[in-house]
């Protein structure tokens, strides 16, 4: 008789039900949206603050160059030495005073320029005034040297290398980051929802191994059969714990924004809009971005998500429920996540590092082709455009390598559900598999 879909019932039942996993999935949206509104409310203070910073210029080359913005206000002084400067900048409370020595040359005028503040500076505004600086004082030494500088910006010229494919698809730079941005979203997600769920898995067995119901359980089920339903029915409860959290995790959201008047996303995309409309380069780049989406190959990505998370998560979790019947506790499992952790390691750094870099050269292939990192690498590269016949080859390799997966780990989770007291070691393993 085939009990496999009271298996699966019982064990989401048993996860849905219990205390802690009722605890995280309520709280756990809890906590990331406050701190999420905590971090969003601070910044907020943070770019309401205005600075100001008082700016005495002894040489009179440079005090033009500063021009006050929302965020910083900058108050020139004359006629004041350095001392008296220092003293106004604390009476007015300013956040700190930059002081531009009297130079002959520029080549030289880093060693009379200081900042004076009571604490340390930020590095960004540092860099802003480095940047300023810098900009004049290289315009005032081509001009010492007689060169026109009007001339040269007016000489400069942009480029901005147009993309198309043979087939007459016009790409660009935006589309890359995008592809990057949706390949790492997927195969980011499967990495974490296969060590949270995996790890599940692997403490539900050995809960029930140690508590002795398995060998109850075991008496009526084929060992095949209680695996497999163990890894199914956990699934099914992590799936509906992350639904509940972006349920409660969007409710908790509104509430927040209406009641605080927090929303990070709208003042992001006010200030988006504004800076598109006042400069064209950034409103080019908001269309190329969306023109980008569009482009994305979007049903393919959908299809390929769906089979490569499933595939991956069931290899996966085989080999967690594996281990979990091997030993008695969750300390002896160390020896044995090696192996899983490592694959899955060099799936994302290969992901990371060699799919940006060249999606359709020989390492990104051919890790997209192991079963072990195929998952997380052909998700990420399927953006770039993959034929058609190398994912299903791959997701052929993926499923058959689950069944054979399937087999060698049910004949260890056989033996090992009824092993107490010893410790397995890798050739204890293998003699199991020869049972």
Known sequence: MNHLPLIIKREYLTKVRNKSFIVMTFLSPLVMIILVSVVAYLTQLNNEKVRTISILDES?????????????TYNVLNDMSLSEAKIFAKETEAYGLLYIGDFKDANNASKHIQFYSEESPSLTLISDLEGQLEKKLTNLKLLDNGVDVDMINASKININIAQESFEGEKTSKTDSVVKLIFGGAAGYLLFMFIIIYGNMIMRSVIEEKTSRIIEVIISSVKPVQLMFGKIVGTSLAGITQFIIWLIIGSILLTIISVVFGINVMESQQKEMMNQAMTNPEINEQV?????SFYNLPLTNL???????FIGGYLLYSSLYAAIGAAVDNETDTQQFMLPIITPLMLAVYIGLFTVIEDPHGTVSTVFSFIPLTSPVVMLMRIPFGVPLW???VSFVLLIGTFVFTVWFAAKIYRVGILMYGKKPSYK????WIKY
Request: charged fraction near 20%; aromatic fraction near 16%.
């Open 60 to 72: 009179g080359l440079v005090q033009d160059v500063f021009k006050s913005n929302e965020k910083t």
């Open 287 to 291: 269309q190329n971005f969306v023109t």
């Open 302 to 308: 959908i299809f390929a998500f769906i089979l490569f």
């Open 390 to 392: 190398q994912q299903l």
């Open 428 to 431: 204890e393993l293998i003699k």
